[in-house]
């Protein structure tokens, strides 16, 4: 099966949110799996993520990533390196090398000032998004030389709010921050709510200040034939799961 890529003609360089069709892995990880943190075979992870640098036009060792923590670091990048940083994304200025993020519900965004010659990567589950992934990705970006209102940030495959269900205490979370934030909940059964990751990831995108943003508009949770989703597999007692990956290169 050939690979399936999503795009978005906004960002305009070469760039993919990569379903799970067209991989090698099995069972549970069936498809494209890309998480060398899964339990999933070393090598059939490293022949799907060769097949994502060739579709890409690298060098398998030239598609970079971090070891995620759901933090709000993000790092630059000039050259592949030895070991993962630990940063939840990353930015470039130097052709030849794809930055990738992993994913499984939570949102995938990818960066590029085409002007510029400037792309970021970024992993923005609701911890990092809301302590400010997304600011510090365009941060990153700008120290490179990119401008704001020239970056165009395109958040992929995610979670969608019908799918998203929370208690009280991450409500809480949010409202600490602003009581604006109540206006990315919406009421589910008793004392839980339904949250928008992708609304909120858009509206973080706008205040720092980029001048395009969208989302994709696919739900991890609701599409198994396509995508990986955590919270799926946490409710099917599942033993792991397979991890998306989206990437960008100049």
Same mark, same amino acid.
């Given at each position: 099966m050939t690979l399936e890529?999503? %795009?978005?003609?906004? !960002?305009?360089? $070469?760039?993919?949110?990569?379903?799970?069709?067209?991989?090698?892995?099995?069972?549970?990880?069936? &498809?494209?799996?890309?998480?060398? &943190?899964?339990?999933?075979?070393?090598? =059939?992870?490293? =022949?799907?993520?060769? *097949?994502?640098?060739e579709a890409l036009g690298v060098a398998a060792d030239h598609l970079v990533g971090v070891h995620q923590i759901h933090s709000a670091t993000a790092v630059t990048i000039d050259?592949? !390196?030895?070991? $993962?940083? /630990?940063?939840?994304?990353?930015?470039? +200025? %130097? *052709? &030849?090398? +794809? !930055?990738?993020?992993?994913t499984a519900d939570c949102q995938p965004v990818l960066f590029a000032d085409k002007e510029a010659g400037v792309i970021g990567a970024a992993h923005a589950g609701w911890r990092g998004a809301l302590d400010g992934v997304l600011h510090a990705t365009v941060d990153a970006m700008e120290g490179l030389g990119a401008q704001r209102a020239n970056i165009t940030a395109v958040i992929g495959p995610s979670i969608s709010q019908r799918a998203y269900e929370v208690g009280p205490e991450f409500l809480d979370? @949010? #409202?600490?921050?602003?009581?604006?934030?109540? *206006? @990315?909940?919406?009421?589910?059964?008793?004392? /839980? #709510? #339904? @949250?928008?990751?992708?609304? @909120?990831?858009?509206? /973080? !995108? /706008?205040? +720092?200040?980029?001048?395009?943003?969208?989302? %994709? *508009?696919?739900?991890?949770?609701?599409?198994a034939e396509r995508f990986y989703s955590y919270r799926r597999t946490t409710h099917a007692k599942e033993a792991d799961y397979g991890r998306l990956i989206a990437a960008i290169t100049l």
């Open positions: 890529i999503l %795009t978005s003609d906004a !960002l305009g360089v $070469k760039h993919g949110f990569f379903t799970r069709r067209g991989g090698a892995s099995s069972g549970v990880f069936a &498809g494209l799996n890309c998480g060398q &943190g899964s339990s999933d075979q070393t090598e =059939i992870v490293a =022949i799907n993520r060769a *097949r994502v640098a050259a592949p !390196l030895p070991e $993962k940083p /630990r940063a939840d994304a990353l930015v470039t +200025a %130097t *052709r &030849g090398i +794809a !930055l990738s993020v992993l979370s @949010f #409202m600490a921050e602003d009581p604006d934030y109540a *206006r @990315f909940f919406i009421n589910g059964n008793g004392d /839980r #709510m #339904m @949250f928008d990751l992708p609304a @909120f990831g858009l509206n /973080r !995108l /706008r205040a +720092a200040g980029v001048g395009h943003a969208e989302w %994709t *508009r696919h739900c991890t949770f609701s599409d």
